[in-house]
């Protein structure tokens, strides 16, 4: 079965949003590398309506660029939105009714790894049904004060195991965790 990725960016204090105000600076070589290396086993990406919306404004302008645009634009593009009619970025595709349920099945049906950026509300339905394997959040050095979590209040608990830590040297950190069986415990 498809492993389900989630790649993410995120300020120290955990926010999502607002990226335009805070990533710019670090977008370096080592993080076009980074996207590359993500990208080299997968042949899908998982999309919300307004993360797809801004990739198609941007992606297929920069082609040429960087190969690991090259690959986002050529790849599979799985879109979840009730509402979006428009595909006409290449290889895009509407996922048909629950976005869970259609993504369940995209893992199922074989293939490389799935690939989900952006998309808070997308990324806390797929992790509220226990289809993400794999986090990867890019913590940058920012304390950004304002803006959304990673998940909402109320999301589903989600235990995570640490499986790798890369420091870049702009300061953004690249923390890898797989999912992991719940723990219980007490305070002694």
Not at 87 to 99: C, T
Not at 149 to 178: H, I, K, N
Request: glycine letters at 10%.
């Amino acid at each position: 079965m498809r492993k389900l990725i989630v790649s993410t960016y995120a300020t120290l204090d955990g926010r999502v949003d607002d990226l335009q105000d805070w990533t710019v600076p670090y977008n370096t070589e080592e993080s076009a590398q980074y996207h590359g290396k993500l990208l080299e086993n997968s042949d899908g990406l998982v999309l919300g309506r307004r993360t797809y919306e801004a990739f198609a404004h941007l992606w297929p302008a920069r082609a040429g660029e960087l190969p690991y645009i090259d690959k986002i634009n050529a790849m599979a593009k799985h879109v979840a939105s009730t509402t979006l009619t428009d595909f006409a970025w290449e290889n895009s595709h509407p996922i048909a009714g629950d976005a869970a349920e259609g993504v369940a099945a995209l893992k199922r049906a074989g293939g490389q790894d799935l690939v989900v950026y952006g998309g808070r509300d997308l990324i806390a339905t797929l992790a509220g049904q226990g289809l993400v394997d794999e986090w990867r959040v890019l913590v940058h050095p920012v304390l950004f004060g304002r803006g959304r979590a990673l998940l909402p209040d109320g999301g589903a608990r989600t235990d995570v195991e640490l499986t790798g830590c890369e420091p870049m040297a702009s300061g953004v950190v690249v923390l890898t965790y797989r999912a992991a069986p719940t723990r219980t415990g007490r305070i002694s």
